[in-house]
């Protein structure tokens, strides 16, 4: 059973639209991630969070926004879409600390800008 | 900074073992993972080793840590159509509370019938 969810699955858009990526999380993890990943299967850390009104830009620059405003949810904001933003996004959280249970992923949201 | 590094792709015969490779270079790694990938899904943990653990072994999964060599691997015994998925491997260092964890690139594994 999912404890942590993307909407949408799938999203087809076209160029100059703005779009937002919904992800959730039950468990109370203070930390929260978004990857971007292509086809190429890399990770890509786009974002990231470490709780409440904290975001901080990750290791691949991105032109996309996101906000902390409650613990649970952590959402994606392309302003204006672009087919290079063409890709699959994947959330993520975890606890403060490392530990056995590792990150969380969502299912994930496949993104196509035509 | 630190960096793991794994074989991109790998293929086997239905019923034979399958070993997947990766290398890190944090030695101040406390946990380190393997994440299972299925085509359109997200990243299932699969399982994880504590630093201090040589050999974690878990139904057909055996996962062995070489500290020294900074090297982890993930054995599938009997390996099955259902195990084709990309697999990651990821570390974790402890010494920095809040540090995010580092993934490999991931290694594609087929399974051949």
């Known amino acids: 059973e999912a404890d942590i969810y993307q909407t949408p699955r799938y999203l087809v858009i076209g160029t100059g639209k703005k779009i937002t990526l919904e992800c959730s999380q039950t468990?109370?993890?203070?930390?929260m991630y978004w990857y971007q990943q292509d086809p190429g299967m890399e990770l890509h850390l786009i974002h990231y969070?470490?709780?409440?009104?904290?975001?901080e830009k990750g290791d691949l620059s991105s032109e996309s926004t996101v906000s902390r405003i409650r613990t649970e949810h952590f959402p994606l904001t392309l302003e204006s879409a672009r087919p290079s933003h063409t890709s699959q996004y994947l959330c993520?959280?975890?606890?403060?600390?490392?530990?056995?249970?590792?990150?969380?992923f969502g299912s994930g949201t496949r993104l196509t800008v035509v | 900074g630190e960096d793991v590094e794994q074989s991109l792709f790998l293929s086997v015969r239905e019923g034979d073992s399958s070993v997947i490779n990766c290398t890190y270079t944090?030695?101040?790694?406390?946990?380190l993972y393997w994440y299972k990938q299925e085509p359109g899904a997200g990243l299932q943990l699969l399982t994880y080793?504590?630093?201090?653990?040589d050999m974690k072994q878990d139904q057909r999964l055996t996962v062995l840590l070489n500290k020294k060599d900074k090297h982890l691997s993930l054995r599938i015994a009997d390996t099955q159509t259902g195990d084709s998925a990309i697999y990651f491997c990821?570390?974790?260092?402890?010494?920095?509370?809040?540090?995010?964890?580092?993934f490999g690139p991931g290694t594609r594994l087929s399974v051949l019938p």
């Open positions: 993520a959280s975890s606890e403060w600390s490392p530990d056995r249970d590792g990150y969380t």
């Open positions: 468990m109370g993890h203070d930390k």
């Open positions: 969070s470490y709780g409440v009104n904290s975001t």
């Open positions: 944090d030695s101040s790694s406390t946990y």
């Open positions: 080793i504590f630093s201090n653990m």
């Open positions: 990821a570390e974790s260092s402890g010494l920095n509370y809040g540090q995010n964890f580092v």
